[in-house]
């Protein structure tokens, strides 16, 4: 009898544990398929020797060696360019912020005809590329003569369907009784929103501000059209010049894209968790 009661008991757990080491080797797939490509680049970039496009490409520099990096440093002004990407990540990370946290909190607390409308109609700018909008937005910064500025680059990207949504979501979490009782005792819509709203929507914008600093840090495309000047260039455009018209020493050009991805890496892994909590607020 005593087998016949264990393997039913034990048949739910050998379900789980297979289960669990499914959902283990899939997400090891899918994190070795990301991480491979900056880990080729950074092989690459050290190593001294050896093909590029070696095949099968090796998974351990050969006679590693940081001159590349030395090389990349003294042959672009990547201090400046650093200083740029900085420049640009800041204000378009306070903008975003602010203008989405303006816009989400009508659309969430306030009641006016055509509320979903418009929420729907920010919702469906996330279906479009935003390649899309280049030629619109360049005109318009042309025309408000923004071109080759910081603004020009910054303006444009500043209201954003994900961070509307996801302020709108932290805004719809906070109890409406909350609310009643600040309005109660004469608070006014500023006050709820600054000392209310705000406060309680802490990892919702903490995880915007990651997500925004990832976005305007790494962004090219829009940037290289809008800036004309290199001394304004940020690192993501500027590193190009490792590049010359004809040839390139493809060494030198990894090492600059390291450089470049480093430093948002490192500020990315070290507040993920505060990224993943805002999302899990918005949510819920």
């Known amino acids: ?100 946290a303006l816009a989400a909190y009508p659309l969430a607390r306030m009641r006016f005809p055509g509320r979903r409308l418009v929420f729907g109609a920010i919702l469906a700018t996330m279906i479009l590329p935003s390649e899309v909008n280049f030629l619109v937005n360049f005109i318009t910064v042309s025309k408000l003569q923004l071109t080759d500025s910081y603004s020009g680059v910054v303006l444009p990207t500043l209201a954003g369907a994900v961070g509307i949504f996801l302020m709108k979501q932290a805004f719809e979490a906070v109890p409406q009784d909350l609310i009643d009782a600040a309005r109660v005792d004469g608070a006014s819509e500023w006050q709820i929103f600054w000392r209310i709203m705000l406060p309680l929507a802490r990892p919702a914008l903490a995880a915007l501000t990651i997500l925004t600093t990832v976005s305007a840090w790494n962004q090219y495309i829009w940037p290289s059209i809008v800036m004309s000047s290199p001394d304004k260039f940020p690192l993501s455009v500027g590193v190009l010049y490792l590049a010359g018209a004809f040839s390139f020493k493809t060494r030198v050009v990894a090492a600059g894209a390291v450089l470049t991805v480093l430093p948002i890496l490192i500020v990315f892994l070290f507040t993920q968790r505060y990224f993943l909590r805002g999302f899990d607020g918005a949510v819920k």
């Open 1 to 100: 009898m005593t087998p016949t009661t264990t393997l039913p008991a034990a048949a739910p757990r050998l379900d789980r544990l297979g289960n669990r080491a499914f959902h283990y080797l899939a997400l090891s797939a899918i994190g070795l398929i990301t991480v491979y490509p900056f880990w080729w680049t950074l092989v690459t970039a050290l190593s001294g020797d050896g093909e590029v496009f070696a095949f099968p490409p090796p998974l351990l520099p050969t006679a590693p060696t940081l001159a590349h990096f030395g090389e990349a440093i003294s042959s672009i002004d990547i201090l400046a360019f650093y200083r740029n990407s900085l420049a640009i990540t800041a204000l378009t990370v306070a903008g975003t912020l602010l203008v989405s």
